[in-house]
C-alpha cells in the first residue's frame, strides 16, 4: 500500500524509476482513433461537445473497449473501487500498471511507452510533476469544468485538480489524550510517541507537516521556519519518533501519535477497528490541502475512453467514490450546494471548519528549500 508519497508526487521532481512495462517488446499503436459518430476525433476533443454529446463520447470510448491507468493503488483513495465501478458501468476494460509508482514514474512511462498501446491514457499526478509536463497533456474540459476554482485548473484544460486532504493528527485514544492542537504534542504525555509520516526534505506528507506546524505556530505558506522550530522542540522534548509510521507501526503499538494526510489516517481507524481506538484530528487553525491532478495523455492510445474516465471521476458518482476513500474531491462545495453529495460519507471525515491552506509553486518551492537547508541541522 503506497501511504507515502514522495515530493515528486506532490511538489518537486525527485528520483525516477526505470519503468518495468518499457522492457516488453514494443507494441503498434492501435489503428482507432476514437472518433465518434459525429465524425470528430476523441484524440483533438476538448469537450464531449466536440464528439456530438456524452452518448456520442460513450459510443467511442465503448468502441476503444480499453483504458490504460499507471499508480493507482485499489486502496489508495478508493481507487479499486472506482476503477470497478468505471467498468461495471461502461464495459471498458482497464489495464492498471504499477499501482505504486509514483508520479514522475507515470511522465517516464508516458515517454518510454510513446506509440505504444500500453502506454498511459490518463495522469493522476502531483502538483510540480504536472506543471513541469504540460507539453505532454491534451486539453479537456470536462462537462462541470466551470464549477472548478479557477487557481485549481488550466484554464485550458489541460490538468485539473481533483481530490485532497487535509493534514492532520491520527493517536491511539488509549494512550494518549485527544490533541486539539499542534501545540498539545509538546506536552509530556506524548513523550516518545509523536511520529511525522516521512523525511520532509523528501516526502510529501512530511513536509505538509512541517507545513502545518509552521502554520500553527505564526507562520504562513510562505514561511516554514515556524514548523522546523517546533519540531526541533518537539524533538528536544523527547517527543517526536525518529520512525516512520506504516499501518504495520500504527497496528503495533510503536507509533502511538502520527502526523499524516487525514485520509490515510481514518483509513487505520477503520482498519484497526476493535484492536485500536485511532482518532483523528485536523487542527482548525492550520488546515493544509494539497491536490493531486488528473490530465490526459496527448498521445493516449485509447483517446476516448480517456476522456469518458475524466468525465465519470468529475461526476458525482466519481466525486462521491472519493469521498468514501476518506479523500476530499474538488467540487466537494458544489455538490453539498447542489445535494449530490454523498452525505454520510462526506460526514464520516474529520471536521474540518475553515478554509484550508493550498501552497502555490513558489511557496512549495520556497518552503523546500528552506528545508533542504535547515531541516537536518535543526532536526537531525
Not at 521532481?13 to 459518430?37: D, F, I, K, R
Not at 470510448?61 to 493503488?73: F, S, Y
Not at 509530556?188 to 506528507?205: H, I, M, R, W
Not at 465519470?312 to 445535494?339: C, E, H, T
Request: proline share 6%; net charge neutral.
Amino acid at each position: 500500500m503506497r501511504t507515502l508519497r514522495s515530493l515528486a508526487a506532490t511538489s518537486v521532481a525527485g528520483l525516477s524509476l526505470l519503468v518495468a512495462a518499457a522492457c516488453g517488446s514494443p507494441s503498434a499503436p492501435p489503428a482507432n482513433n476514437g472518433g465518434g459518430a459525429s465524425g470528430g476525433s476523441a484524440a483533438s476533443a476538448t469537450s464531449a461537445a466536440d464528439l456530438g454529446g456524452m452518448d456520442k463520447l460513450v459510443e467511442a470510448a465503448k468502441k476503444e473497449g480499453t483504458l490504460n491507468v499507471i499508480a493507482l493503488p485499489p486502496d489508495w483513495a478508493n481507487y479499486g473501487a472506482i476503477l470497478k465501478a468505471f467498468t461495471d458501468k461502461y464495459g471498458i476494460k482497464i489495464n492498471s500498471a504499477q499501482p505504486d509508482a509514483n508520479s514522475q514514474d507515470e511522465i517516464n512511462a508516458a515517454n518510454q511507452l510513446k506509440g505504444q498501446d500500453r502506454a498511459p491514457d490518463v495522469f493522476d499526478l502531483g502538483s510540480n510533476v504536472a506543471l513541469a509536463n504540460t507539453a505532454l497533456f491534451a486539453p479537456y474540459k470536462v462537462t462541470p469544468f466551470g464549477d472548478i476554482p479557477s487557481n485549481l485548473k488550466d484554464a485550458d484544460g489541460k490538468w485539473v485538480s481533483d481530490y485532497t486532504g487535509y493534514m492532520s493528527i491520527g493517536y491511539d485514544a488509549k494512550k494518549v489524550p485527544a490533541p486539539t492542537t499542534v501545540q498539545d504534542l509538546l506536552k509530556p504525555e506524548y513523550k516518545g510517541k509523536v511520529a511525522l509520516n516521512g523525511d520532509p526534505t523528501q516526502a510529501s506528507a512530511g513536509f505538509n507537516g512541517v507545513m502545518m506546524a509552521a502554520v500553527a505556530n505564526g507562520g504562513s505558506a510562505d514561511d516554514i521556519s515556524k514548523g522546523v522550530d517546533f519540531f526541533k522542540q518537539l524533538k528536544a522534548a523527547g517527543n517526536l519518533l525518529p520512525v516512520d509510521p506504516t499501518p504495520a507501526t500504527i497496528a503495533s503499538g510503536q507509533t502511538p501519535v502520527v502526523i499524516d494526510w487525514d485520509y490515510l489516517n481514518v483509513a487505520q481507524t477503520k482498519a484497526n477497528e476493535g484492536k485500536l481506538d485511532w482518532k483523528v484530528v485536523v487542527p482548525q487553525n492550520a488546515i493544509i490541502g494539497a491536490y493531486y491532478i488528473q490530465a490526459i495523455n496527448k498521445d493516449a492510445p485509447h483517446p476516448a475512453a480517456a476522456r469518458l474516465w475524466e468525465e465519470f471521476l468529475y461526476s458525482p458518482d466519481g466525486q462521491n467514490l472519493w469521498i468514501k476513500g476518506f479523500a476530499r474531491p474538488v467540487l466537494a462545495d458544489v455538490m453539498q450546494k447542489n445535494g449530490t453529495i454523498d452525505k454520510d460519507a462526506f460526514g464520516a471525515l474529520p471536521a474540518a471548519n475553515g478554509t484550508a491552506v493550498v501552497l502555490t509553486q513558489d511557496q512549495l518551492k520556497k518552503g523546500q528549500d528552506y528545508l533542504t537547508a535547515n531541516w537536518k541541522k535543526a532536526v537531525g
